[in-house]
């Protein structure tokens, strides 16, 4: 999933504040499990903006929400196609991709990101979120165990550690596990070591052109097109 | 045939001796040069580091030049931290075209570490990597299989680090090193022979040659906050015990008694092959050092 944080309140006050009407979206999917921008949050953002407004003295907004299911496709994103055009901004609490997915659809009413879109990362426990994939279009972890250097070291080297790791440790935070320290003892584990002996040649960058799009089989294959 | 003078030392059997100066911060490089000339004549080669513990400094590059107009032998230090394959390939060009034939390879220390923390990390190749790079360009090609007019040839060295708390992993990485085409290593600092003696019978399988990384301790307090604060060093605490001995003000010549005593015994017992001595700040206590180790005798 899609981990984000809520931008602090005070960068949302600053925003928002050449804008009277706004319309706070919420986004049903990753930014509901992550705490960062679900209908829980949605409320919680509302009633604070409308107690810093008061306790300022300052602006005249009016606040209205609304939670789509996901923001990042355009069948949940035409349900706000009556209430754009009763606002003068939409603050969105969808990942970066929910904020560009709305402003696509409706270039006349400007979009604000609510959320600091941070990662793709798994639960590791409650309330905590641990980042595990970089989307580098070209997975590896069948040569490293299952543990992605390129994510989890934060040099994203291929051919073993560096000579900072201690303790097990990372040399750029003491707290971050050594990626390879894990890759070798999970390797080790399932005797593949040879794995980690083979040379890894440098990375191809051309498997992650920016933007980028990916056309489902299912769809190409029966000849829909999203044009 | 060689391509440097201190390939030509490596080959020679002789026991070498590099040291390492930083550069500095801004354009006035008055005590470079002042270090270069101290050290041109009494080691094998200088290395000039490449922003090292990611701290922001004149550049390796420039320093490796600066040695060269003043007669000395350079050792280039490349770290992949800072530049993508097309900019670390232009630097070894223009190295190459400047008489500048050695190069040490490393992957680079965090930018987290240094004084540019909110710099966007490069790391387009590792060490392993670069080193298999340079030896593409030697053949003539660049790393996208291109032509070049006119190839370099570098003497290439890499790092290791015999005192790693967890060394398995870092065999690995030295082997894919030496597969790639490393003549020599430079050591993590050694503080502690018997990880080094541990370290050579497994190196002495391969034919590179290893020069003990000794790190001039200045203080008690300097090897305490090394352990904490520099990647991969750990000093023992009978280390730390011994220079807390020296008298207020006095920890530099306990630092320096410490690293006579470990390249005497390095080379008397023929440890390594040779040493690479870092002063970290202290560069002019190097000749004391090398006159004190018996190793100031004939010029180089």
């Given at each position: 999933?899609?981990?984000?944080e809520?931008?602090?309140?005070?960068?949302?006050?600053r925003?928002?504040s050449?804008?009277q009407?706004?319309l706070?979206v919420?986004?049903g999917?990753?930014?509901?499990?992550c705490d960062?921008?679900?209908e829980r949050e949605?409320?919680f953002l509302?009633?604070?903006?409308?107690v810093?407004q008061?306790k300022?003295g300052?602006g005249?907004?009016?606040f209205?929400q609304y939670?789509?299911?996901?923001?990042?496709?355009?069948?949940?994103i035409?349900?706000?196609k009556?209430?754009?055009?009763e606002?003068d901004?939409?603050?969105?609490?969808?990942?970066?991709?929910?904020?560009q997915?709305?402003?696509?659809?409706y270039?006349?009413?400007?979009?604000?990101?609510g959320?600091n879109?941070s990662?793709?990362?798994?639960?590791?426990?409650?309330g905590?979120?641990?980042?595990?994939?970089?989307?580098?279009?070209?997975?590896?972890?069948?040569?490293?165990?299952?543990?992605?250097?390129?994510t989890?070291?934060?040099?994203g080297?291929?051919?073993?550690?560096?000579?900072?790791?201690?303790?097990?440790?990372?040399?750029?935070?003491?707290?971050?596990?050594?990626a390879?320290?894990?890759?070798?003892k999970?390797?080790?584990?399932?005797?593949?070591?040879?794995?980690?002996r083979?040379?890894?040649?440098?990375?191809n960058?051309?498997?992650?052109?920016?933007?980028?799009?990916?056309?489902?089989?299912?769809?190409?294959?029966?000849?829909?097109?999203?044009? | 045939m060689?391509?440097?003078?201190?390939?030509?030392?490596?080959?020679?059997?002789e026991?070498?001796?590099?040291?390492?100066?930083?550069?500095?911060?801004?354009?006035?490089?008055?005590?470079l040069?002042?270090?270069?000339?101290?050290?041109?004549?009494k080691?094998?080669?200088i290395?000039?580091?490449?922003?090292q513990s990611?701290?922001?400094?004149?550049?390796s590059l420039?320093?490796?030049?600066l040695?060269?107009?003043?007669?000395?032998?350079?050792?280039?230090?490349?770290?992949?931290?800072?530049?993508?394959?097309?900019?670390?390939?232009?630097?070894?060009?223009?190295?190459y075209?400047?008489?500048?034939?050695n190069?040490?390879?490393?992957?680079?220390?965090s930018?987290?570490?240094?004084?540019?923390?909110?710099?966007?990390?490069?790391?387009?190749?590792?060490?392993v990597q670069?080193i298999?790079?340079?030896r593409?360009?030697?053949?003539?090609?660049?790393?996208?299989?291109?032509d070049?007019?006119?190839?370099?040839?570098?003497c290439?060295?890499?790092?290791?680090h015999?005192?790693a708390?967890?060394?398995e992993?870092?065999l690995?990485?030295?082997?894919?090193?030496?597969?790639?085409?490393?003549?020599?290593?430079?050591?993590q600092?050694?503080f502690d022979?018997?990880?080094?003696?541990?370290?050579?019978?497994?190196?002495?399988?391969?034919?590179?040659?290893?020069?003990?990384?000794?790190?001039?301790?200045?203080s008690?307090?300097m090897?305490k906050y090394?352990t904490?604060?520099?990647?991969?060093?750990?000093?023992?605490?009978?280390?730390?015990?011994e220079?807390?001995?020296?008298e207020?003000?006095?920890?530099?010549?306990?630092?320096?008694?410490i690293?006579?005593r470990?390249?005497?015994?390095?080379k008397?017992?023929?440890?390594?092959?040779?040493?690479h001595?870092?002063?970290?700040g202290?560069?002019?206590?190097v000749p004391e050092?090398?006159?004190a180790?018996?190793?100031?005798?004939?010029?180089?």
């Open positions: 999933m899609i981990v984000a809520q931008k602090p309140l005070e960068e949302i006050g925003m928002i050449p804008y009407r706004v706070i919420g986004c999917t990753c930014m509901t499990v960062a921008g679900g949605v409320a509302d009633s604070a903006l409308r810093a008061t300022s300052e005249n907004h009016t209205s939670v789509l299911k996901r923001q990042c496709d355009p069948e949940f035409e349900m706000l009556d209430k754009v055009g606002v901004v939409i603050l969105s609490l969808g990942c970066g991709i929910g904020v997915a709305i402003a696509e659809r270039p006349d009413t400007p979009v604000l990101p959320v879109t990662f793709m990362g798994m639960a590791k426990e409650w905590v979120w641990d980042e595990r994939c970089a989307a580098c279009g070209e997975c590896r972890l069948e040569e490293t165990g299952g543990i992605c250097p390129i989890r070291c934060t040099k080297i291929l051919n073993g550690p560096c000579a900072g790791t201690k303790n097990g440790k990372c040399e750029a935070n003491k707290e971050m596990d050594c390879w320290v894990l890759i070798y999970r390797l080790e584990r399932l005797q593949q070591l040879d794995k980690m083979r040379y890894y040649p440098p990375r960058f051309l498997a992650i052109p920016r933007p980028k799009r990916i056309v489902s089989k299912a769809t190409s294959n029966t000849g829909e097109s999203h044009g | 060689a391509n440097s003078k201190f390939e030509e030392k490596l080959n020679s059997g026991f070498i001796v590099t040291s390492e100066i930083g550069p500095p911060k801004g354009t006035d490089t008055s005590e040069v002042h270090h270069i000339d101290l050290l041109k004549e080691v094998d080669a290395n000039v580091t490449d922003h990611s701290v922001m400094r004149f550049p420039g320093g490796c030049l040695i060269k107009e003043r007669g000395g032998e350079p050792i280039l230090q490349m770290t992949c931290r800072d530049r993508n394959r097309l900019a670390l390939e232009a630097d070894l060009l223009f190295a075209s400047r008489g500048i034939t190069v040490l390879c490393l992957t680079g220390d930018v987290d570490v240094g004084d540019h923390k909110v710099a966007k990390p490069v790391f387009d190749l590792d060490s670069l298999r790079m340079i593409t360009m030697e053949s003539g090609k660049d790393m996208a299989g291109n070049m007019k006119g190839a370099p040839k570098f290439i060295g890499a790092s290791v015999p005192e708390d967890f060394i992993p870092q690995i990485k030295f082997d894919k090193k030496v597969a790639a085409g490393a003549q020599f290593f430079q050591t600092g050694i022979l018997g990880s080094l003696q541990r370290f050579m019978q497994y190196a002495s399988q391969f034919n590179v040659k290893i020069l003990a990384g000794i790190i001039v301790l200045a008690a307090g090897a090394m904490n604060n520099v990647p991969g060093i750990i000093v023992p605490k009978a280390m730390i015990d220079l807390a001995t020296a207020k003000g006095k920890g530099l010549q306990k630092g320096i008694q690293a006579v470990f390249i005497k015994t390095i008397d017992e023929k440890l390594c092959h040779g040493v001595i870092m002063a970290v202290n560069e002019g206590v050092i090398l006159e180790a018996e190793l100031a005798g004939a010029p180089r």
